[in-house]
């Protein structure tokens, strides 16, 4: 039985595409996470300007859809003026589209400019066809999957919807996230969305955007009981590392580089730190490079970011030279200390139980006696609550949409997540918040809680 549903979540994707109306949470890291800034210009209803994201999902799972509005202009009159629309429908909505040409579609809208005439007039080709989204109000078709209503100036609204496996061999993974200005204002601000899909992309506006930012650092350089190279890095920056940079590859790939003997040894992020130890604020990872020994006295040189993949706090303490070898004596860079605190939250799942109507809640607690900062709330880089169905990844909520109200903010405030998911047989559910480190906890060993429950 398909489960599905709208609910609030948090987390942002790519390109934009411009058609009138008449066109006919430890976090599963392998889910996509796409973060962009995006302008909607004016529109109206009956001809709203319109954004369009195609997704391809590799398997069954969320689509979550976060967009915040940072500016509306002109300035509206009420504070409540919500303008734009969010829509998810899957491919289906389309007449005439092959799953070749789908993909061609999402590689083309992937790299679309939009003063690039002819790409447009491609992309536009494919979406020609698209049906009347709605349907009659009584029986909304099949490939309509829900809207919001949002848009209002500060304020974050988000979407999601549950696609199972039955669904997904209907639809081929195929769906589409439509973003609409059905009024006469420029709507400026930044959308999130993840799903179960192997598309990551980080907008550098976006990460700009971040209201604290990582500050990777070099800071040892020794060598093992074999002569081999040994390289610590750490993070000393207030902000996390986005988890899409252990997916870039390529010319994009964040690199830790060493230079010994006028040769040049490079490794990239995921296998620098598979675990993601880097990524909460003081986590610290050291890297044996097994190919590079050192006999006798030589200048050796690391550094992390070379190619400034990562915005950080400070540019320019990514680097450390060291001479090692034989009889000389390796330099250590001494740890900054964090910042004592004379309190800290403690967050644990305290509870995975059913509501009256037999769908899955989680309940989240913060047992420690501090809350937990609001800049926690913005951008990609928040705590994460990760669900395990029998084992399975089941679906990553960001804390915005975990605790949209904020209850986490203070000591003892308690956040309980409705997944909307109706169970229909025992199952064993487990339940991890914050798994990867970005908080800063009184007590790291109480995140998870797993639990058997059957309908009754």
């Known amino acids: 039985m398909q489960q599905k549903g709208l609910l609030m979540a948090a987390i942002m994707v790519f390109v934009l595409l411009c ?32 954004l369009m994201y195609p997704l391809e999902l590799t398997g069954p799972g969320e689509i979550r859809v976060y967009a915040r509005v940072d500016r509306l202009d002109p300035k509206p009159k009420s504070s409540n003026f919500q303008p734009l629309r969010l829509i998810i429908v899957d491919s289906r909505a389309f007449k005439d589209i092959k799953p070749g040409e789908w993909q061609q579609w999402c590689n083309k809208v992937n790299k679309f400019n939009p003063l690039d005439k002819i790409a447009g007039d491609e992309i536009r080709a494919f979406v020609r066809g698209m049906k009347s989204l709605f349907g009659k109000k009584e029986k909304p078709p099949a490939y309509f999957h829900g809207q919001i209503a949002c848009g209002s100036e500060g304020t974050g609204e988000s979407i999601k919807y549950a696609v199972d496996m039955p669904e997904l061999q209907k639809t081929g993974g195929q769906y589409v996230i439509i973003f609409r200005n059905m009024a006469d204002f420029r709507a ?14 980080l907008d550098k506006e976006a990460e700009q955007q971040a209201e604290v930012h990582p500050d ?55 296998l620098l730190d598979p675990d993601f130890k880097l990524r909460p604020s003081g986590g610290t990872v050291s890297y044996v490079f097994d190919k590079v020994t050192i006999a006798k006295a030589t200048q050796v ?11 950080e706090e400070n540019e ?83 804390l915005a949409g975990l605790d949209p109200q904020k209850n986490l903010s203070r000591k003892g405030g308690v956040a309980v997540y409705n997944t909307g998911y109706v169970l229909q047989q025992p199952v064993q559910v487990s339940a991890s918040i914050d798994s990867t480190g970005v908080v800063d906890e009184s007590n790291e060993n109480n995140n998870t809680l797993v639990s058997n429950i059957a309908p009754q």
């Open 301 to 311: 040189s690391a550094t992390i970011d070379a190619g400034d993949k990562v915005i």
């Open 316 to 398: 320019q303490n990514n680097s450390l030279t060291s001479t090692l070898g034989a009889g000389v004596q390796p330099v250590k860079i001494q740890p900054m200390k964090p910042l004592a605190l004379a309190a800290k939250p403690d967050l644990a799942v305290t509870s995975i139980r059913l509501d009256s109507q037999r769908k899955v809640l989680i309940e989240v607690k913060n047992t420690g006696i501090a809350g937990l900062a609001p800049s926690l709330w913005n951008g990609g880089n928040q705590p994460y609550l990760n669900l395990k169905m029998n084992g399975n990844g089941w679906a990553t909520v960001s």
């Open 216 to 270: 990777l650092m070099v800071e040892g350089l020794t060598l093992n009981q074999n002569k081999q190279v040994v390289v610590n890095v750490a993070n000393r920056g207030k902000g996390a590392v986005n988890y899409v940079k252990w997916h870039d590859k390529g010319p994009e790939a964040v690199t830790l580089l060493v230079k010994a003997d006028n040769r040049n040894y490079g490794v990239t992020l995921p």
């Open 19 to 50: 058609i009138p109306t008449g066109s006919a949470w430890a976090v599963d890291n392998d889910d996509a996470i796409i973060q962009k800034v995006f302008t909607l210009y004016q529109g109206d209803k009956g001809d709203p300007y319109t």
């Open 188 to 201: 400026d601000g930044r959308i999130l969305i993840t799903y179960p899909g192997k598309h990551w992309e």
